[in-house]
Antibody, heavy 121, light 107 residues
């Protein structure tokens, strides 16, 4: 069964960093792109980044470039999203999601359960 | 950057009704469009991809159509489980973009 299980909620102060993990089961991280999407409270969905299964490289949405990094530990079956220099604008539920195709389609299924990141002084 | 506009923002309907949701792109996206369903407190679920292909285990009452700039998601007979928020999504140049969503609520 393909499944993604994320780490628990985080509370951070402005300027701090946060790392959210996403443990995969039922497939190999060497075969599928893993994306990150966030949702601010009461708002819509925003794609924020992705990791390439072939070489572990990552890319992010333009507004987050320089602050977002996605990494993986293939042996542990886990992907990590690291976001630096947090502001209140980063308060959101962060979801990881598997691409449906091994040649990235940017269609996401399934999704992790979500991790709430709260940035507050 | 391509902008996706969903309409209407909210639909108030009764179980059993047929509903069509709209998603319009600011420029042509060919057939590169997906639809997701999200219920309160849950992660979204992929319903339709490539504009008209149903995702795994999605019931046949969900169908997608369109190409270019105008797309539709139709639910042919609303079930109690279908009341939720629906998002369309496009991919372009290594960037995923979502529409603002349409909430389908119970009358």
């Amino acid at each position: 069964q393909v499944q993604l299980v994320q780490s628990g909620a985080e509370v951070k102060k402005p300027g701090a960093s946060v790392t959210v993990s996403c443990k995969a089961s039922g497939f190999s991280l060497s075969d599928y792109y893993i994306h990150w999407i966030r949702q601010a409270p009461g708002r819509g969905l925003e794609w924020v980044g992705v990791i390439n299964p072939r070489d572990g490289s990552s890319s992010s949405a333009p507004k987050l470039q320089g602050r977002l990094t996605v990494t993986r530990d293939t042996s542990a079956g886990t992907v990590y999203m690291h976001l630096r220099s947090l502001t209140s604008e980063d308060t959101a539920v962060y979801f990881c999601a598997k691409d449906i195709d091994t040649v990235t389609s940017f269609w996401f299924d399934p999704w992790g359960q979500g991790t709430l990141v709260t940035v507050s002084s | 950057e391509i902008v996706l506009t969903q309409s209407p923002a909210t639909l108030t309907l009764s179980p059993g009704e047929r509903v069509t949701l709209s998603c319009r792109a600011s420029q042509s996206v060919s057939s590169k469009l997906a639809w997701y369903q999200q219920k309160p407190g849950q992660a979204p679920r992929l319903l339709i991809y490539d504009a008209s292909k149903r995702a795994t285990a999605i019931p046949a009452r969900f169908s997608g159509s369109g190409s270019g700039t105008d797309f539709s998601l139709t639910i042919s007979g609303l079930q109690p489980d279908d009341f939720a928020v629906y998002y369309c999504q496009h991919r372009n140049n290594w960037l995923g973009t979502f529409g603002g969503g349409t909430k389908v609520e119970v009358k």
